[in-house]
Structure formats: structure tokens, C-alpha cells
């Protein structure tokens, strides 16, 4: 089992273009969680997906959306880019009965120039 | 407002040292509160979760809900600890990340 997994690793977007970033959960989870980690912050939650619907939300205004497919995998996509877009982004999967217990992947950078 | 607080930066010991890593949180209700670790190119992980009051590694979080503290706390530090670490309070099976401490363990 390769864990988490995300892709892109990178990506170089301009201002106001869209972004779509993909996430494999762990084997057997069911749960998503994304997360936009800026320099030097902690993760900051965006939203978690169980059962292809968003069941937390994080203050992230609607620009950022996502989605959770069939078989788990998840996608987050992102509106209309800002400059403060820039981060890495962060998927966590789980099992919904320990949602908290969170196994992280690598992350996407995304550079908004 | 749901908040953590972790006041250090960075926290540089010499090996065998006693570490604690302070972490406060403001909260409403009786969160569950974790410790999440991330060791230098690898991903972030959780350490351990108070409710379990286990040792892992040889850390352990004591609770203080009086001072609404979880800190993180290691008799004798090893190079091997040397990582990020955040503190991660949690309502509503949300996880909240603090700023997270730097542990530089030199010898």
C-alpha cells in the first residue's frame, strides 16, 4: 500500500485560472480531509468528504470545491486563483470512526504567479 | 473562536535533555486533542492522542483542562526527535493545527 497519494507533486498557475488537485486515500479508508498549509503555518482545514459529501467545511470561501468519487479518491478544485492561493495542499484520509487518526500524502505545491 | 497556541518556534535542546513542548488551546466543550510529528522529508503523522495516554517514542501529552494545556514532554531527547511538531486540537472531527515548534536535538 503506497499510503496517500497526490498529484501533481508541482504546479505553476497564473492569476484567475483554475486548478484541480487529485488524492488517492490510503487502502480502506473512507474518509478525505484537505488542508492548505501556507510558509511557515500550521495545516489549515478546507474540508472533509465521507460518502462523496462534504460533511466539515472549513472558512474557505466557495472558490475552493471538491469533490469524492466512488472508489474514495478525492479532488480539490480551486476558482478564480489569487496570489494568496499559494500553498501547499494537503490530503488526509482516515476511517470515519477515528476521522481524527489522519495519515497525511506529500502534498501539491501550487505556485500562483 | 476555536484557537491553539504553540508559543515556540523553535525549541533547541542537546541530546539527552528533557524536552516539553507547550501547547494551549481555547475551546468550547471538551475537545480531543492530538500530536502530529513531522520528521525532515517525510509526511506528517500523528504522534499520539490524549485519550490513549500512551507513550510513543518516549513522549507523552499530559492534559491539564484547568490550564486548557496538552504539552508534549520527553525525559531525554534523541537526535532522532529532531522534527515539526503540532499540536492538533479537535471538535466536530475537525482537526485544528497549531503554528507548530521546531525540536532541534544537537549534540
Known amino acids: 500500500d503506497a499510503g496517500v497519494t497526490q498529484s501533481p507533486t508541482h504546479l505553476i498557475k497564473t492569476r484567475g485560472q483554475q486548478v484541480t488537485l487529485r488524492c488517492s486515500p490510503k487502502s480502506g479508508h473512507d474518509t478525505v480531509s484537505w488542508y492548505q498549509q501556507a510558509l511557515g503555518q500550521g495545516p489549515q482545514f478546507i474540508f472533509q468528504y465521507y460518502e462523496e459529501e462534504e460533511r466539515q467545511r472549513g472558512n474557505f470561501p466557495d472558490r475552493f470545491s471538491g469533490h469524492q468519487f466512488p472508489n474514495y479518491s478525492s479532488e480539490l478544485n480551486v476558482n478564480a486563483l489569487l496570489l494568496g492561493d499559494s500553498a501547499l495542499y494537503l490530503c488526509?484520509?482516515?476511517?470515519?470512526?477515528?476521522?481524527?487518526?489522519?495519515?497525511f500524502g506529500p502534498g501539491t505545491r501550487l505556485t500562483v504567479t | 473562536a476555536q484557537r491553539v497556541t504553540q508559543p515556540e518556534k523553535l525549541l533547541s535542546v542537546f541530546k539527552g535533555a528533557p524536552v516539553e513542548l507547550k501547547c494551549n488551546y481555547s475551546y468550547s466543550g471538551s475537545p480531543e486533542l492530538f500530536w502530529y510529528v513531522q520528521y525532515s522529508r517525510q509526511r506528517l503523522q500523528l504522534l499520539l492522542r490524549?485519550?490513549s495516554r500512551e507513550s510513543i517514542k518516549g513522549f507523552t501529552a499530559d492534559l491539564n483542562k484547568g490550564e486548557t494545556s496538552f504539552h508534549l514532554k520527553k525525559p531525554f531527547a534523541q537526535e532522532e526527535d529532531s522534527a515539526m511538531y503540532y499540536c492538533?486540537?479537535?471538535?466536530?472531527?475537525?482537526?485544528?493545527f497549531g503554528t507548530g515548534t521546531r525540536l532541534q536535538v544537537t549534540l
Open positions: 490524549h485519550i
Open positions: 492538533a486540537p479537535s471538535s466536530t472531527s475537525k482537526l485544528t
Open positions: 488526509a484520509s482516515s476511517f470515519l470512526y477515528r476521522v481524527n487518526e489522519q495519515y
